[in-house]
């Protein structure tokens, strides 16, 4: 599939990856999705998006997510039972502006 839809400029948006040359990260797009709404909610909110633009949002990022390897340093509390995670700090926890 090809990602006409996922534009990365280094004027726009300091060249993070945007939906169609808009002021619109596809980090944003992402992070409304992962808050719990749904596409028909962020196309009602944000009129100048299409479906198409956050199907491909999702394409990339699955992309994305194949081709990086995330490594985390092992929890003190690794052992039977424990769950691995990104153990985010604070400061660095994804932040949605709603």
Known sequence: MKLDRITI????????????GL??????????????????TILRAYPY??????????VYAAYLAEEETVE??????????????LGLSPAREPKVAM
């Open 23 to 40: 002021r619109f990260p596809v980090s944003r797009l992402l992070g409304l999705l992962a808050s719990g709404e749904t596409k028909e």
């Open 72 to 85: 985390y340093p092992q929890s003190s509390s690794s052992g039977p039972g424990s769950q691995p995670g």
């Open 9 to 20: 400029d280094p004027h726009v948006c300091t060249g993070k990856p945007c939906i169609r």
């Open 49 to 58: 998006l299409q479906a198409e633009d956050i199907d491909q949002a999702l």
